[in-house]
């Protein structure tokens, strides 16, 4: 994300502009791969500020205000979910956010389509998404057995609830 706001300033040409590329690659590669060791907070700064640099940016055609009004809300809602959510919602921002950042500044570079540059982002962000749930698929599943427990519980307490109604 750093390397996007520094090419949206700079916007470097020829070499820079690969190595820029190359930079924005390898980190994303790294945190994917490290990306189960994030805090609250950090996920919470990280998946708002990715999120909505991504969304905004992505859609800035729309008008302005449309881009940070729709960036603001898709950015809160993608921060909290992470929280609660965090393994599959680190995996889902970084695959999207991660191939949206890229293909736009591939678009800004060569003035390529916008229709095309969308269906390519969305077919790289679903392979991110692949191989992210392949490589964190321990954490995936400790995630969905956990959700699976608290589901349980939430079960019983209402059954509790419900059973001491019908009892009066």
Same mark, same amino acid.
């Given at each position: 994300?750093?390397? =996007? ?7 470097? &040409?020829? =070499? ?8 924005? %690659? ?8 490290? *990306? ?5 907070? !950090? ?10 640099? &991504?969304? *905004? ?7 302005? =205000? ?6 603001? %809300?898709? &950015? ?5 979910? $992470? ?11 970084? $695959?999207?956010?991660? $191939? ?10 060569? &003035? ?22 392949? %490589? ?15 589901? !349980?519980?939430?079960? !019983?307490? !209402? ?5 001491? *109604?019908? $009892?009066?």
């Amino acid at each position: 994300m750093p390397l =996007f706001i520094i090419f949206v300033w700079l916007q470097p &040409a020829g =070499f820079w502009f690969w190595l820029v590329v190359a930079l924005c %690659v390898g980190i994303g590669v790294l945190c994917a791969v490290y *990306s189960h060791h994030l805090h609250k907070t !950090k996920l919470f700064i990280t998946t708002f500020l990715m999120v909505y640099i &991504a969304v *905004s940016g992505y859609i800035l055609g729309l008008g302005k =205000f449309i881009a940070v009004l729709v960036g603001l %809300v898709i &950015a809160v809602v993608a921060a909290v979910l $992470s929280i609660k959510y965090k393994y599959i919602m680190v995996i889902i921002t970084t $695959s999207f956010t991660g $191939s949206m950042m890229f293909w736009k500044m591939i678009e800004n570079k060569f &003035a390529a389509n916008h229709i095309l540059i969308l269906i390519v982002t969305a077919i790289m962000g679903v392979a991110g998404l692949a191989v992210q749930c392949i %490589v964190e698929k321990n954490e995936l599943k400790e995630s969905y057995e956990h959700m699976k427990e608290n589901g !349980k519980k939430a079960k !019983k307490i !209402k059954n509790k609830i419900s059973s001491k *109604s019908n $009892s009066k």
